[in-house]
């Protein structure tokens, strides 16, 4: 039995530490332990979740806004009317990282009637050292990624914060929600009126019920 346990743990070990192509060491390992960080946080992220209780509308327009994609080209915002858009601020080397793939699950079944869009930061213990180029690659070749990416920027509220999470995170500019992003992949939903409706921590799969009820909800 102890020689069956030990071999197990090298077995354990060796997946851990196997890695993938495409994807340094510790990318490798985060994508193998993803499952398990999420469970662990799912408790917790169900009471972070925040929504539009009283309905606010914005102050400014969310079709307003405009921000540089990925290749440097302008991403104007009024493209977007009706449809609903996932908002996520993403980084390469994060524990949520894995969730590109459910990111990409939820575009695919919801082709139609939502657009997610990743804006790539490195606010959070530098996460997100790469460059555009680089992102692009590594979010394509290891997640399959379609849906559109920005250019990396700020999304906390400090000096230069993007202009699309200071809409999200200013009760100001947008009439009720003023949490700025807690970690890498929280979520911001804004519906078809462009109101924005959800806040979802990035402890809450892209997949969850709560999200999926939201994209699903009609309007009123």
Partial sequence: MIKIAIALGVLVTATLLMKKQGMSYRQSIL???YPAIMWSGKGAGKKQIQFNKENKTPIFSFYSLITKDINGKDFNFSSLIGKKVLI?????D?????QYEALEKLQEKYAESLVVIG???NDFKEQETKDNESIAAFCKKNYGVSFPLMAKSIVIKKDQQN???K???NTAINGWNNQEPAWNFCKYLVNEEGTLTNYFPMTVDPLDASVIEAVEKKLD
């Fill in 31 to 33: 994508k193998t332990v």
């Fill in 88 to 92: 996520v601020n993403t980084a390469s």
């Fill in 94 to 98: 994060c524990g949520f990282t894995g």
């Fill in 119 to 121: 804006f790539p930061a």
């Fill in 163 to 165: 202009e699309v999470f």
């Fill in 167 to 169: 809409w999200l995170s």
